[in-house]
């Protein structure tokens, strides 16, 4: 079993930045993300990274957010840069195993960019 805490939402203007934590208790799975859900939405996708670093990103995000992962302190983290209205949500972490359909999900942390 692995408890995943985001840390680190909030209210920030257009245009701000904010940094998001996840820590993992017990040992995080193959791939350790961020995923999204913003009200009347579904769940997305929006940046994840392997153990061994390799990262992908929802196209509305790229060039703005940098996922990072520390394998040694099983965190992941999320740098958001240049924050839209849109990028509203509740913020979820979650780890997966590579080959498996298993996942744990954090609880969120909401991310509310507004004037």
């Known amino acids: 079993q692995v408890q995943l805490v985001e840390s680190g939402g909030g209210l920030v203007q257009p245009g701000g930045s904010l940094r998001l934590s996840c820590a993992a208790s017990g040992n995080s799975l193959y791939f350790m993300g961020w995923y999204r859900q913003a009200p009347g939405k579904q769940r997305e996708l929006v940046a994840r990274?392997?153990?061994?670093?390799?990262?992908n990103y929802a196209d509305s995000v790229k060039g703005r957010f940098t996922i990072s992962r520390d394998n040694a302190k099983n965190m992941v983290y999320l740098q958001m840069n240049s924050l839209k209205p849109e990028d509203t949500a509740v913020y979820y972490c979650?780890?997966?195993?590579?080959?498996?359909?298993?996942?744990?999900w954090g609880k969120g942390t909401l991310v509310t960019v507004s004037s």
């Open positions: 979650n780890t997966q195993a590579q080959f498996a359909p298993t996942n744990y």
């Open positions: 990274i392997s153990r061994g670093g390799v990262t």
